[in-house]
């Protein structure tokens, strides 16, 4: 069964992403290409999933949205990976004041409420997708490192490291080979799970236009320009939060059923 | 269990109604957005100006809903031959909200309140012409530097408040104190104002409310909602698209006006490519105004030249302007005239509300097709009025509120080292035009010259006026006598009632 | 006496982080380009600069930003958090208005979620089976992950189709009318309890299934003792511990939300005051509120720390 929901889930998420990555192949229509004549329809045989404000294809503009979503989102997360498991792991293999001084900056960028923090950040840095996607990457940092620092340390402590620093392997070496790989599994599980919310979060960012602007398909954009329309045709809000719903819910998906396969102790805990 | 919870709270809600039904004669009304203070000398945006105008506040003049001017705290002026001294005699019976009567020293002192340094009163401009202010018996009289026609106009839009104020920056914010048909009661940041009956208004029989409650709801699907289950009794102002989901819906009735704002793309002539006049009148015919107001306005609007068609006596009919005709083929002509290398690549700083978006997309897609590369740039609010002010644009989209005198928008928008010139227009005819129109009075020669300055500026000037739009307001059926202004004013809230 | 220790290096962690905030927040709001004279004048006025340069000496714009900061620290100090820049109130006072709503909207989630994560959860463990424990995976993952915004605006769509006169939007005060304001919050407490109640009722059903294997519920039931009670009260028992983590964790996960959801469903609190504040650069109000907003969270995390030294005695030791 654990498997079986492995499978499907990798097949999920595989299945949105390779929609995304082939957008510019895969959507009927070209995203922003207006039709006045045709707007706020609902689905039909032309237009699966209706028509927007300016008669563009909803369809083509959600899976293009996709696209936007899942590269500010997975840059960010790998961006937000990168510097706070580089901050996590340096903390732990050189404790110290190092560790005192890296972890208090990460509490101080904990102490702010996810949103809040990124409203805050791209408030100075410009309504953008770029601006999103730095936001959403400095709100995860000290999640990644306060994730990595724990186990980390334990590993440091070990005799199989002691080993390796005995044989005379240099600092670097031995946290990017010897200690990195061990912990591959925690960083595979959380990353995913963070991707989920990043989706979340961007779409929030979007929804309140800090994030992709037009004519720029974006989920969170579509579904917040849709809602003005509402009550004449609710096609395009519906589906584009829907769309939100599925790429959050197959990356969340599949960090369970990783955890679950990966690491048996942890199953059914949280 | 899942089903005891829906049911009780269906029954709660349902209890809810019955034991509050709402208040009788306050009306409540639902806006989108907070004003920033209720001091009227200090707020100017849209939604600040749409609740104190006229509710809270009056002038010494006053416009109607055919913006023609009417007599307000005073009841009558006279000018002088030379233009440049008025005399208003002010009303006798009207009363501040604090029970104190209306007197010459208040008016003095509101018109000397906008003028102070420490105040910083943003309207101060409207006044730049006027040199003294000096009262005797129940008289004002205004002597100004040299005439000014759009004066009448502009004091329509300056509240009369109590002389103890004249020097006191924090207090009208908070407490707010005028002499109009409504005074404040409560205001709850985020969540309502809450106006009350003034007892001792100076017009008879008026209001006919008790009351005003403005709700302040962002989203307008909720607001949608709420008048259609009759929470709220108007939404004010709202847009061709909101009103077309009213429409129709039981219980629910529109009003429309021609708006007096208009949706313009403007044009920095200080660089490149926009220096060039034939580029400009290549953006003109390349834009299609029909297919605006039919895609961004649901087909509420019409096109509009420099000054609105709600101004009747002024505004000369867009067919009169050749480029309003679209053509492509003309614009990539004119294009290749200018010597301006091709493709012409440039961006559009947007104005962040969402028909200004919409209407920003089409004009995107509409200069692509001859040639003009357009990238959208949607800044948050500030920083579009930042770069804005500071003429950081290749071209804005935005929109603009239109004055009752033309003099008023044209000689800030046109003349060399105009207030509002940020596109850096400067052409000596027109100038020339703009300050014989200020300093006469006689009606018919400024006709004729504002005639020949909306010619020249339809096609060549540095704004491409885009649309007048349909302007709506929707009430519950019961509430009657409202008339919609074309500048957003509330004025009629005093003549409505709602049984 | 250890902790004591615990405690009192905690809370002085606590007072760094916070000072850390305070220097952040007030940097960087006034990093956001575009200032407060210049949104209040709105797009086209009439105004000379020398009005503008007027503006900003009225509210305190002219003065470098360190000096700003000197004034602010010292006021903050005497326990005066400054006036919003416009209405001249004190921004506590502003706050004070605003708090209740969202901690009103919060406080009902929390409930919602919370409350019906027992008997959802306990509902979810008679279930069992291979397909049983896949279809509620799938069904707690989509709660989890749904967004609230969206789940708002269509309870909006549905409540305008199917009860056009239901009033059950906006808000009133809960002294002015308990009954109505209730009713109003549901929708968007709803909204925003669900990912709560999804990831609860998650933990209740593991925890009851993981009871129901162990020793101490088959010496109970041998011992004759009601299976019922047994069951209870050790599978929840078990289940407090990460229950009591989640619903810290989720006590950050609210106050974003609420920023939304308060949005969409016109609801007067902290995440309006919020956008309101940054949109109107309203700095020392937006500086007060997102102080407070911060101060609340790391009170609640420290909160739940405390908590889970009260029922984990492993961690004690």
Same mark, same amino acid.
């Given at each position: !069964?654990?498997?079986?929901?492995?499978?499907?889930?990798?097949?999920?998420?595989?299945?949105?992403?390779?929609?995304?990555?082939?957008?510019?192949?895969?959507?009927?229509?070209?995203?922003?290409? $207006?039709?006045?004549?045709?707007?706020?329809?609902?689905?039909s045989a032309d237009h699966w999933l209706g028509t927007? $404000?300016?008669?563009?294809?909803?369809?083509?503009?959600?899976? +293009?949205?996709?696209?936007?979503?899942?590269?500010?989102?997975v840059g960010a997360v790998l961006a937000a990976l990168v510097l706070g498991g580089t901050l996590g792991l340096f903390a732990a293999y050189y404790r110290g004041w190092t560790d005192r001084l890296v972890m208090r900056a990460m509490d101080v960028l904990f102490a702010f409420p996810v949103l809040l923090l990124a409203i805050g950040i791209v408030a100075v840095l410009?309504?953008?997708?770029?601006?999103?996607?730095?936001?959403?990457?400095?709100?995860?940092?000290?999640?990644?490192?306060?994730?990595?620092?724990?186990?980390?340390?334990?590993?440091?402590?070990?005799?199989?490291?002691?080993?390796?620093?005995?044989?005379?392997?240099?600092?670097?070496?031995?946290?990017?080979? +010897?200690?990195?790989?061990?912990?591959?599994?925690?960083?595979?599980? $959380?990353?995913?799970?963070?991707?989920?919310?990043?989706?979340?979060?961007?779409?929030?960012?979007?929804?309140?236009?800090?994030?992709? $602007?037009?004519?720029?398909?974006?989920?969170?954009?579509?579904?917040?320009?849709?809602?003005?329309?509402? !009550?004449?045709?609710?096609?395009?809000?519906?589906?584009?939060?829907?769309?939100?719903?599925?790429?959050?819910?197959?990356?969340?998906?599949?960090?369970?059923?990783?955890?679950?396969?990966?690491?048996?102790?942890?199953?059914?805990?949280? | 269990m899942a089903r005891t919870t829906l049911r009780s709270m269906l029954l709660a809600g349902a209890v809810a109604l019955a034991a509050f039904p709402a208040a009788a004669q306050t009306l409540e009304v639902a806006i989108d957005g907070s004003p920033a203070g209720l001091d009227p000398h200090i707020i100017t945006a849209f939604t600040s100006f749409m609740v104190v105008n006229r509710t809270i506040y009056e002038g010494l003049t006053?416009?109607?809903?055919?913006?023609?001017?009417?007599?307000?705290?005073?009841?009558?002026?006279?000018?002088?031959?030379?233009?440049?001294?008025?005399?208003?005699?002010?009303?006798?019976?009207?009363?501040?909200?604090?029970?104190?009567?209306?007197?010459?020293?208040?008016?003095?002192?509101?018109?000397?309140?906008?003028?102070?340094?420490?105040?910083?009163?943003?309207?101060?401009?409207?006044?730049?012409?006027?040199?003294?202010?000096?009262?005797?018996?129940?008289?004002?009289?205004?002597?100004l530097k040299e005439p000014s026609a759009p004066l009448l106009t502009s004091l329509a839009t300056i509240a009369i408040v109590p002389r103890t104020f004249e020097t006191d920056k924090d207090g009208l914010q908070k407490q707010p104190v005028g002499t109009g048909p409504f005074k404040f009661k409560e205001w709850q940041p985020n969540g309502f104002i809450a106006l009350t009956k003034h007892d001792g208004y100076w017009q008879k029989g008026l209001p006919k409310l008790d009351g005003v409650k403005f709700n302040i709801v962002p989203e307008s699907a909720t607001r949608q909602v709420g008048i259609s289950s009759g929470q709220y009794a108007m939404l004010p102002n709202i847009d061709a698209a909101t009103a077309l989901q009213l429409k129709g819906k039981p219980g629910v009735k529109l009003a429309e006006t021609l708006e007096l704002a208009y949706t313009l793309v403007g044009l920095n002539v200080s660089k490149p490519p926009f220096d060039n006049a034939k580029v400009r009148e290549a953006v003109n015919y390349a834009v299609n105004r029909d297919e605006i107001v039919a895609a961004a306005l649901f087909g509420a609007g019409v096109p509009g030249g420099p000054l609105s068609p709600a101004l009747k006596d002024w505004a000369v009919d867009v067919k009169d302007f050749p480029c309003y005709k679209y053509d492509p083929a003309k614009a990539q002509a004119l294009l290749k005239e200018s010597g301006v290398a091709q493709p012409i690549t440039v961006s559009m700083s947007v104005l962040p509300r969402q028909d200004i978006k919409d209407i920003a997309q089409v004009v995107q897609q509409q200069l692509g097709k001859v040639g003009i590369k357009v990238e959208l740039k949607t800044p948050e609010l500030g920083q579009f009025i930042q770069d804005w002010r500071n003429s950081n644009f290749d071209m804005f989209a935005s929109t603009n509120a239109g004055s009752p005198d033309p003099d008023d928008y044209f000689y800030r928008t046109f003349r060399t080292g105009g207030s509002t010139n940020v596109f850096k227009y400067s052409n000596a005819e027109i100038d020339g035009l703009l300050d014989k129109g200020r300093a006469t009075t006689d009606t018919a020669a400024r006709k004729a010259d504002y005639a020949t300055v909306q010619k020249t500026l339809a096609c060549q000037g540095p704004i491409v006026h885009l649309t007048y739009g349909q302007l709506f307001t929707a009430m519950r059926q019961n509430v009657t006598g409202f008339e919609i202004v074309a500048n957003r004013s509330l004025s009629y809230l005093a003549d409505t009632s709602a049984k | 006496m250890t902790i004591r220790r615990l405690l009192m290096a905690r809370l002085l962690d606590l007072v760094v982080v916070l000072f850390c905030v305070s220097v952040i927040v007030f940097f960087m709001i006034r990093l956001i380009p575009g200032d407060a004279v210049a949104i209040m004048l709105g797009a086209n006025t009439e105004v000379t600069p020398e009005r503008i340069a007027d503006l900003r000496h009225r509210i305190g714009l002219d003065l470098p930003i360190?000096?700003?900061?000197?004034?602010?620290?010292?006021?903050?100090?005497?326990?005066?958090?400054?006036?919003?820049?416009? =209405?001249?109130?004190?921004?506590?006072?502003?706050?004070?208005?605003?708090?209740?709503?969202?901690?009103?909207?919060?406080?009902?989630?929390?409930?919602?979620?919370?409350?019906?994560?027992?008997? =959802?959860?306990?509902?979810?463990?008679?279930?069992?089976?291979?397909?049983?424990?896949?279809?509620?995976?799938?069904?707690?993952?989509?709660?989890?992950?749904?967004?609230?915004f969206w789940l708002g605006i269509v309870m909006i769509l549905a409540l305008a189709t199917w009860a056009p006169t239901l009033q059950a939007l906006g808000y009133?005060?809960?002294?002015?009318?308990?009954?109505?304001?209730?009713?109003?919050?549901?929708?968007?407490?709803?909204?925003?309890?669900?990912?709560?109640?999804?990831?609860?009722?998650?933990?209740?059903?593991?925890?009851?299934?993981?009871?129901?294997?162990?020793?101490?519920?088959?010496?109970?039931?041998?011992?004759?003792?009601?299976?019922?009670?047994?069951?209870?009260?050790?599978?929840?028992?078990?289940?407090?511990?990460?229950?009591?983590?989640?619903?810290?964790?989720?006590?950050?996960?609210?106050?974003?939300?609420?920023?939304?959801?308060?949005?969409?469903f016109a609801i007067p609190g902290l995440g309006r005051l919020i956008l309101g504040a940054i949109a109107e650069r309203n700095y020392p109000l937006?500086?007060?509120?997102?102080?407070?907003?911060?101060?609340?969270?790391?009170?609640?995390?420290?909160?739940?720390?405390?908590?889970?030294?009260?029922?984990?005695?492993?961690?004690?030791a």
């Open positions: !069964m654990r498997h079986r929901l492995l499978a499907f889930a990798t097949l999920f998420v595989a299945a949105q992403g390779l929609l995304a990555v082939f957008a510019a192949w895969v959507s009927p229509y070209d995203p922003l290409q $207006q039709n006045v004549l045709a707007r706020l329809k609902g689905p927007d $404000q300016f008669g563009r294809d909803v369809l083509s503009r959600i899976i +293009h949205g996709c696209q936007a979503s899942l590269a500010v989102s410009g309504p953008r997708s770029s601006s999103a996607a730095i936001a959403i990457a400095i709100v995860y940092v000290p999640i990644f490192a306060r994730l990595l620092r724990g186990p980390a340390l334990v590993i440091c402590e070990s005799d199989y490291v002691a080993g390796a620093r005995a044989i005379g392997a240099g600092d670097a070496r031995i946290i990017f080979l +010897h200690i990195l790989p061990n912990l591959a599994s925690v960083v595979l599980v $959380q990353t995913s799970l963070l991707l989920s919310a990043a989706i979340l979060v961007e779409a929030s960012l979007s929804f309140l236009g800090l994030g992709t $602007q037009p004519p720029t398909p974006s989920l969170g954009l579509m579904l917040s320009e849709g809602r003005n329309f509402l !009550m004449l045709s609710p096609w395009s809000a519906i589906f584009s939060g829907l769309a939100i719903l599925f790429l959050a819910f197959g990356l969340n998906l599949l960090g369970d059923a990783l955890r679950d396969t990966l690491d048996p102790r942890l199953r059914g805990t949280s | 006053s416009v109607d809903k055919d913006l023609r001017l009417q007599p307000g705290i005073a009841e009558s002026w006279t000018v002088a031959p030379d233009g440049k001294t008025y005399t208003f005699k002010i009303r006798s019976g009207a009363t501040f909200h604090n029970g104190a009567p209306v007197e010459a020293a208040d008016v003095v002192a509101s018109l000397k309140r906008v003028l102070g340094k420490d105040i910083a009163s943003p309207l101060a401009s409207r006044l730049a012409a006027v040199d003294t202010i000096t009262a005797s018996g129940s008289t004002v009289e205004l002597k | 360190p000096v700003q900061y000197a004034g602010w620290v010292a006021k903050a100090l005497t326990g005066d958090l400054g006036t919003s820049l416009w =209405t001249g109130r004190p921004v506590v006072q502003e706050i004070g208005l605003h708090v209740w709503p969202t901690l009103q909207l919060t406080v009902l989630a929390l409930v919602i979620g919370a409350g019906l994560a027992v008997p =959802t959860g306990v509902l979810m463990a008679r279930l069992r089976g291979r397909f049983a424990d896949g279809a509620m995976r799938v069904v707690t993952v989509a709660g989890l992950t749904i967004p609230s009133v005060p809960f002294f002015d009318d308990p009954l109505g304001n209730v009713t109003r919050l549901l929708l968007p407490a709803f909204a925003l309890g669900l990912p709560i109640l999804a990831n609860l009722s998650r933990l209740v059903r593991s925890a009851m299934l993981d009871a129901l294997g162990q020793d101490y519920i088959r010496t109970a039931r041998a011992k004759g003792a009601s299976e019922r009670s047994v069951l209870y009260r050790h599978a929840l028992r078990n289940a407090l511990i990460p229950f009591v983590t989640s619903v810290g964790i989720m006590t950050g996960y609210l106050l974003g939300g609420a920023i939304v959801v308060e949005q969409v937006l500086q007060a509120t997102i102080l407070v907003v911060t101060s609340g969270f790391v009170v609640v995390n420290f909160a739940v720390d405390l908590l889970y030294l009260a029922i984990d005695p492993r961690v004690r």
